[in-house]
């Protein structure tokens, strides 16, 4: 008896760690392995960051999420579970932390192992105008998708909440003589555990791994318990 309640500890214990490694952080990045193909240059700057792309830039960046994402994925949106992001299209940074940084679209496909075999991302950073922009506001954008594209100091046309629930996001672009394009970076994803950075955060477990942990601390005294306890 005393042998199966030590092989169920042991095996409750492994449970637990296993439920700490699924919570582990993961980096996701979009490294462009390819610059530009093509691009558009502005022809007259009347308002906002005019300038123009050069063949030498390319589309990359990375997001994080609190765990790896799901196996077998299709066409998903993932935007609720990035915990940040930083992307660049050579000219605009747009990071999670920058308050004029919306998610338009974001959803990726995974294969049976959890990592990413396809991806539409668009993020877009406002220039000018205040919250909330409307027609006429001045944005960028990044594309990465089956390549990687830039788009700088286009106009909005329509201003709404976007495919991934981004309110104030610009959801119809247009053009004129201030926007400048470039397209067709070629990129390659790949993931990885996030490490911690100095001092480690002290992992956790999830609601039910806390549960079980007291269970087994229960468990663990009663067997006590039993091993101290000598009938005369």
């Known amino acids: 008896m005393r042998e199966c309640i030590n092989k169920w500890l042991a095996a409750a214990v492994l449970l637990c760690a296993a439920t700490v490694a699924h919570s582990q952080a993961m980096v996701h990045t979009a490294t462009a392995t390819g610059s530009y193909a093509?691009?558009?240059?502005?022809?007259?700057?009347?308002?906002?960051?005019?300038?123009?792309?050069?063949?030498?830039?390319?589309?990359?960046?990375?997001f994080n999420t609190a765990a790896p994402l799901a196996p077998n994925l299709a066409a998903a949106n993932i935007a609720p579970l990035m915990t940040s992001f930083s992307f660049t299209d050579g000219i605009?940074?747009?990071?999670?932390?920058?308050?004029?940084?919306?998610?338009?679209?974001?959803?990726?496909?995974?294969n049976g192992a959890g990592a990413i075999t396809a991806s539409d991302i668009r993020v877009q950073r406002w220039h000018t105008g205040v919250v909330p922009h409307g027609a006429g506001d001045r944005l960028s954008m990044v594309e990465i998708g089956?390549?990687?594209?830039?788009?700088?100091?286009?106009?909005?046309?329509?201003?709404?909440?976007?495919?991934a629930g981004t309110p104030d996001s610009c959801v119809l672009i247009g053009g004129d003589a201030g926007r400048s394009i470039a397209f067709n970076s070629a990129r390659v994803w790949a993931s990885a555990l996030l490490?911690?950075?100095?001092?480690?955060?002290?992992?956790?477990?999830?609601?039910?791994?806390l549960v079980l942990m007291a269970a087994l601390m229960g468990l663990a005294a009663v067997v006590t318990l039993?091993?101290?306890f000598r009938p005369r």
Do not use: H
């Open 38 to 62: 093509g691009k558009i240059d502005f022809t007259v700057c009347g308002i906002g960051p005019c300038q123009n792309f050069t063949l030498a830039m390319g589309a990359s960046g990375s």
């Open 92 to 110: 605009t940074t747009y990071s999670s932390a920058n308050p004029a940084v919306r998610i338009l679209v974001a959803t990726v496909s995974t």
């Open 195 to 209: 490490l911690a950075a100095a001092p480690a955060a002290i992992p956790t477990l999830s609601e039910w791994g």
């Open 226 to 228: 039993r091993r101290g």
């Open 146 to 163: 089956a390549t990687g594209s830039g788009d700088n100091n286009a106009p909005c046309i329509n201003v709404g909440v976007s495919p």
